[in-house]
């Protein structure tokens, strides 16, 4: 054995491995190739997994999706549906562009509607159905710079997070940015003289990353520092999805829609009649300015769906009938541990009439649920003689006379 045949990568000899490939300026043994393997593996697979698909799903097929996962909202699916086609056709166009063509701009979506209807759920599956990064972000716990609090620019920091830092792919992600509402204005359509801290300043700073800029993010976090090392992100082809309950817009568009122009007043050619119960389906970018947002943030988000309240027979639907419905995964839950769960009907009818009642939306659902199957999860699981359990209505009174007292005093 010459004195120079050793790995170049790891300096084991020919005797150590058991197979030395020799190379143009140096030698590579077996146990380095497997390991070279593995990372381009590694790295093909981290490149393919975050890519939008080749072919974006029509509008039609995105909406087939998403109903199976979300029940009603029909009018809010359509918007979504056509919305995220054309920002995603968009880019893939983009891509291609020559020199003279028709640049499209991009459209970010608001998701106005109660607590617990669905806006989280409905950015959640468009992200799964397109395969690309998701974050959820908080914009209630952003600060203008200087401020005590996140920068905006966190925002793109569990973006980039979601997309295991391949800048790339996080750049054609979705944000969701979660109680817009509550940067609103002080004093709504009035300016302040004063510093809004939370509210205007956050507004102008998220301008940037909606319409479509290079941003320094710092991958960790928190606030920016010079000894920090920043990546650059362009946010350019992120779609952006806000949502908010907007408590309180629903008087603002009476009002307007109350208003009769004077001397017509009593005509019963004016009249037209609206759903008094459902305000938020007449909403408008004017009814947005009055509420509190800037009108550059409303400019940078001119899809504008509303979700509609939940009655009962949606809140019933939700429990039992999607791919994921709460009732479904408790029952896989106890699958798991070869127990068959089972609900009797008027338990469901039940739970639905406890969410309106306590209005928890279908988020609350699964507060109740968890509720009564606390004692359950907690004894099942060591009692390998039981092969059935069922819920019935008499136990979830019982169960939930508690829970209903202790949220009826947070509501109060």
């Known amino acids: 054995?010459?004195?120079?045949?050793?790995?170049?990568?790891?300096?084991?000899?020919?005797?150590?491995?058991?197979?030395?490939?020799?190379?143009?300026?140096?030698?590579?043994?077996?146990?380095?190739?497997?390991?070279?393997?593995?990372?381009?593996?590694?790295?093909?697979?981290?490149?393919?997994?975050?890519?939008?698909?080749?072919?974006?799903?029509?509008?039609?097929?995105?909406?087939?999706?998403?109903?199976?996962?979300?029940?009603?909202?029909?009018?809010?699916?359509?918007?979504?549906?056509?919305?995220?086609?054309?920002h995603y056709k968009r880019v893939m166009v983009?891509?291609?562009?020559?020199?003279?063509?028709?640049?499209?701009?991009?459209?970010?979506?608001?998701?106005?509607?109660?607590?617990?209807?669905?806006?989280t759920l409905l950015a959640r599956t468009i992200a799964r159905i397109l395969d690309v990064p998701f974050c959820i972000a908080d914009a209630t716990v952003i600060t203008e710079a200087g401020y005590v609090g996140e920068d905006v620019e966190t925002v793109l920091t569990r973006l980039l997070q979601a997309a295991n830092y391949d800048v790339e792919a996080a750049?054609?992600?979705?944000?969701?940015?979660?109680?817009?509402?509550?940067?609103?204005?002080?004093?709504?359509?009035?300016?302040?003289?004063?510093?809004?801290?939370?509210?205007?300043?956050?507004?102008?700073?998220?301008?940037?990353l909606l319409e479509g800029s290079a941003v320094y993010v710092p991958p960790q976090g928190g606030r920016k520092h010079p000894e920090q090392s920043m990546v650059l992100v362009n946010t350019q082809n992120i779609l952006f999805i806000c949502g908010g309950a907007f408590d309180g817009i629903s008087k603002i568009i009476e009002k307007r829609l109350d208003t009769q122009p004077m001397g017509f007043k009593g005509s019963h050619l004016n009249e037209v009649s609206h759903d008094k119960t459902n305000y938020l389906q007449y909403i408008t970018p004017s009814d947005l300015k009055k509420f509190?947002?800037?009108?550059?943030?409303?400019?940078?988000?001119p899809v504008i769906a509303h979700l509609?309240?939940?009655?009962?027979a949606t809140l019933r639907a939700i429990l039992t009938e999607p791919r994921n419905a709460l009732v479904k995964q408790y029952q896989k839950l106890m699958e798991y541990e070869g127990i068959e769960l089972i609900f009797d009907e008027d338990v469901i009818d039940y739970l639905a009439d406890q969410a309106?009642?306590?209005?928890?939306?279908?988020?609350?659902?699964?507060?109740?649920?968890?509720?009564?199957?606390l004692d359950a999860m907690y004894e099942l699981?060591?009692?390998?003689?039981?092969?059935?359990?069922?819920?019935?209505?008499?136990?979830?009174?019982?169960k939930l006379r508690d829970f209903s007292m202790s949220h009826l005093k947070v509501a109060s």
């Open 308 to 312: 509609d309240p939940l009655d009962k």
């Open 1 to 86: 054995m010459r004195k120079d045949e050793y790995c170049s990568f790891c300096w084991r000899n020919k005797k150590e491995v058991l197979l030395l490939v020799e190379g143009k300026d140096g030698y590579i043994c077996d146990k380095c190739i497997g390991e070279a393997e593995k990372i381009l593996e590694a790295e093909i697979s981290r490149r393919a997994k975050m890519k939008p698909r080749k072919e974006i799903l029509k509008p039609a097929e995105i909406r087939e999706h998403l109903d199976q996962y979300v029940i009603g909202q029909d009018k809010a699916k359509k918007v979504l549906s056509v919305a995220v086609y054309n």
């Open 381 to 398: 699981p060591s009692r390998p003689d039981i092969k059935q359990y069922r819920i019935d209505k008499a136990m979830v009174v019982s």
């Open 94 to 119: 983009k891509e291609n562009m020559q020199v003279g063509d028709v640049e499209i701009e991009k459209s970010n979506i608001l998701l106005v509607g109660e607590t617990g209807t669905g806006k």
């Open 356 to 373: 309106m009642e306590l209005k928890l939306g279908a988020r609350g659902l699964r507060s109740i649920i968890e509720s009564i199957m």
């Open 171 to 208: 750049e054609k992600g979705i944000v969701y940015l979660d109680e817009v509402d509550k940067i609103s204005r002080k004093g709504g359509d009035n300016p302040s003289i004063t510093r809004d801290v939370s509210g205007e300043g956050v507004q102008q700073a998220l301008l940037k």
């Open 292 to 301: 509190g947002l800037i009108p550059e943030l409303i400019g940078r988000m």
